[in-house]
């Protein structure tokens, strides 16, 4: 193993410990555990040690994970309760926004300034009240139509097209995220761009989960998501996000997250999975525990999403 990998293990396991969390062995009892999280044919190094953080984060946090990681041009890529679905809270507007790209693609127009204006609310201040006007010009059958272009055949639109019931899971969600980044027969440059664009500029107080830990300078493209369940503290917690300009390249991040006991600890568990994930793949330190520590300028109220 490379210095590097092995100095990305060794630190990705003392932050883990340093926050109180074991680095368990594996049981046959645990979610996926009886194959490789993480997989890779030029790297295996790097995929080990990534296998084993996420494998540890994934058992001791009291939340419930999913991840997808694909980076190295999908040479390395990870896959814990990938194909589990949950419910997407904000993270779905990104799939209205494809959906309104992809309609005007077809129509061989540029979107209106009505649409320019909806889509950059809605993405980049997460608005609920542009999304309901999107989602209302789009309708389920077109963005139902989208998801079988796209081959997003796991990810369920709710039964009243509430956009943060939608039930995603961490594999659609990168491919999602490689129709914005890379060339493709579904969306054009123009619409990547555009979409590129939103993405890169939400604003920072929306900015947190599996931006964590990227290294300065890194292009980030991120959406997150943050729903309670009705009259309770538990949380849905998702981020999606994109990064290139860094060491290894372009690679996507995905951890989508349920049963979190408050907002901090869902964006604590994202953030724990990120910072390791952009330490393996960039062969740099994990950074200093005190990042994980609570902000205060976290969302502290719902996304709204369930009502979007």
Not at 19 to 48: F, K, N
Not at 261 to 266: E, I, K, L, R, T
């Amino acid at each position: 193993m490379p210095p590097s990998a092995l100095r990305s293990a060794a630190i990705g396991t003392g932050v883990l410990l340093s926050m109180g969390l074991a680095v368990p062995a594996a049981h046959a009892d645990e979610p996926e555990a009886a194959g490789a999280i993480c997989t890779s044919a030029a790297r295996p190094e790097v995929a080990a040690a990534l296998d084993e953080a996420i494998h540890a984060i994934t058992v001791d946090r009291a939340s419930d994970i999913a991840v997808g990681v694909s980076a190295f041009g999908g040479d390395l890529t990870c896959g814990f309760q990938a194909d589990k679905g949950y419910d997407a809270a904000s993270v779905g507007k990104v799939l209205v926004l494809t959906t309104l790209l992809r309609t005007a693609q077809e129509e061989g127009r540029e979107l209106t300034a009505e649409e320019d204006e909806l889509a950059t609310a809605m993405i980049t201040v997460s608005d609920n009240d542009a999304t309901v006007e999107l989602r209302n010009l789009l309708g389920k059958e077109r963005m139902q139509e989208f998801l079988d272009l796209a081959g997003m055949s796991n990810t369920t639109l709710h039964e009243n097209n509430a956009i943060g019931l939608m039930k995603i899971n961490a594999n659609d969600e990168l491919r999602l995220l490689d129709l914005i980044t890379t060339e493709n027969d579904i969306l054009g440059d123009e619409q990547r761009a555009y979409a590129q664009e939103l993405m890169g500029s939400v604003i920072e107080e929306q900015q947190w989960g599996t931006p964590t830990g990227a290294p300065e300078g890194t292009d980030v493209l991120v959406k997150n998501g943050w729903l309670p369940y009705d009259d309770t503290d538990i949380w849905r917690i998702n981020s999606v996000g994109a990064f290139d300009g860094t060491e290894a390249g372009p690679y996507q991040i995905v951890v989508l997250t349920d049963d979190n006991d408050g907002m901090a600890y869902g964006v604590e568990s994202i953030e724990l999975v990120a910072t390791e994930v952009h330490a393996a793949l960039n062969g740099s330190d994990a950074p200093a525990v005190g990042l994980f520590s609570e902000r205060d300028d976290l969302p502290q109220t719902s996304d709204g999403s369930d009502r979007a």
